[in-house]
C-alpha cells in the first residue's frame, strides 16, 4: 500500500484549502482511509476518515462542519476539504489507511499504512 499526500500550502484565516491522497498498491474496497495533523511540539491527532466501499465518514470534533473527507473511487483518490481554516488548524496532514470494516479508528496505532505529510499553514 502507498500513500501519497498532496495539496498542503499557505492559506489566510477564513480561507479552504483541499488535500488530496492518492492510493495505490492494492484495492481498497475494505479499507478506512483516514487523515491526521500534527502541529509542531503536538502529538499526531486524528482529523477525519471514510470508509472506503461504503463512503461513510466521521471527523473530530473540532474540525466538524468544517471539513469534508470524500472518496474518487475512479481515481483512487480521498480528499480532504478544509473550509473556514484557523491559524490552530497549522500542521503537518498525513493521510493513512487500515484494512478492516468496523468501529472508528481514530488513534494512530490503529493505522497500518502512511503517507508523507503535507504542511498547511494558515495566517491570521
Known amino acids: 500500500v502507498q500513500l501519497q499526500a498532496s495539496g498542503g500550502g499557505l492559506v489566510q484565516s477564513g480561507g479552504s484549502l483541499t488535500l488530496s491522497c492518492a492510493a495505490s498498491g492494492t484495492t481498497f474496497n475494505d479499507y478506512i482511509l483516514g487523515w491526521f495533523r500534527q502541529a509542531p511540539g503536538k502529538e499526531r491527532e486524528f482529523v477525519a476518515a471514510?470508509?472506503?466501499?461504503?463512503?461513510?465518514?466521521y471527523y473530530a470534533d473540532s474540525v466538524k462542519g468544517r471539513f469534508t473527507i470524500s472518496v474518487d473511487n475512479a481515481k483512487n483518490t480521498v480528499y480532504l476539504q478544509m473550509d473556514n481554516l484557523e491559524p490552530v488548524d497549522t500542521a503537518v496532514y498525513y493521510c493513512?489507511?487500515?484494512?478492516?470494516?468496523?468501529?472508528?479508528?481514530?488513534?494512530?496505532?490503529?493505522?497500518?499504512?502512511w503517507g508523507q505529510g503535507t504542511l498547511v499553514t494558515v495566517s491570521s
Open positions: 493513512a489507511a487500515v484494512r478492516r470494516m468496523y468501529g472508528a479508528p481514530t488513534t494512530r496505532g490503529e493505522y497500518d499504512y
Open positions: 471514510v470508509y472506503w466501499r461504503i463512503g461513510s465518514t
